[in-house]
């Protein structure tokens, strides 16, 4: 079965960084590319960053650009999510997600979905 | 960026009616648009991608159309696990934006 596992979240001040993790399982995890959807308490989905199967290529909200770097390491399963910077808009849940079809090719959904880690930026 | 809206953002209903959801986007995004739903303090489900091609494990109660820049959700028979709020999101061009939610409750 595929899993889903993302842990590092917490609370941090404004300012500081925090990276999450996204551990795999049940599939050919660089067969496929990944992304990172947030949720701010009581409110919508937000795309926030994805990233191919081979990590060559990356893709970021503009609310993060600059700030959040996301990347892969096919050898550990593992997906990360790097954040600097961090203010109190990007209090959410942080959820990792599987594409829905291998190497990157259309269509594009998101299938698998991991239980979220809670990020509070706050004094 | 493509801007998704969804219609309505909220709705009663009871179970064992039909209820349809209507997504747009600013633009058209082909058949590029996939729907989720996501049950309180749980992560979101895919129901729906390419607009109209049901997920394996869901049910066939639930069905989705449109293309270009409008599309619907439809679902057949409402059961009582279905009350959840439902997001469109496209998936033409990142950032691959979602719908702000539909939240569906019992009447």
């Known amino acids: 079965d595929v899993q889903l596992l993302e842990s590092g979240g917490g609370l941090v001040q404004p300012g500081g960084s925090l990276r999450l993790s996204c551990a795999a399982s049940?599939?050919?995890?660089?067969?496929?590319?990944m992304i990172w959807v947030r949720q701010a308490p009581g409110k919508g989905l937000e795309w926030v960053s994805a990233i191919s199967g081979s990590g060559g290529s990356t893709y970021y909200a503009d609310s993060v650009k600059g700030r959040f770097t996301i990347s892969r390491d096919n050898s550990k399963n593992t997906l990360y999510l790097q954040m600097n910077s961090l203010r109190g808009e990007d209090t959410a849940v942080y959820y990792c997600a599987k594409y829905g079809a291998a190497a990157g090719t259309r269509p594009y959904y998101f299938d698998y979905w991991g239980q979220g880690t809670l990020v509070t930026v706050s004094s | 960026d493509i801007q998704m809206t969804q219609s309505p953002s909220s709705l009663s209903a009871s179970v064992g009616d039909r209820v349809t959801i209507t997504c747009r986007a600013s633009q058209s995004i082909s058949s590029n648009l996939n729907w989720y739903h996501q049950k309180p303090g749980k992560a979101p489900k895919i129901l729906i991608f390419a607009a109209s091609n049901l997920q394996s494990g869901v049910p066939s109660r639930f069905s989705g159309s449109g293309s270009g820049t409008d599309f619907t959700l439809t679902i057949s028979t409402l059961q009582p696990e279905d009350f959840a709020t439902y997001y469109c999101q496209q998936s033409y061009s990142t950032p691959f934006t979602f719908g702000p939610g539909t939240k569906l409750d019992i009447k």
């Open positions: 049940g599939f050919t995890f660089s067969g496929y590319a």
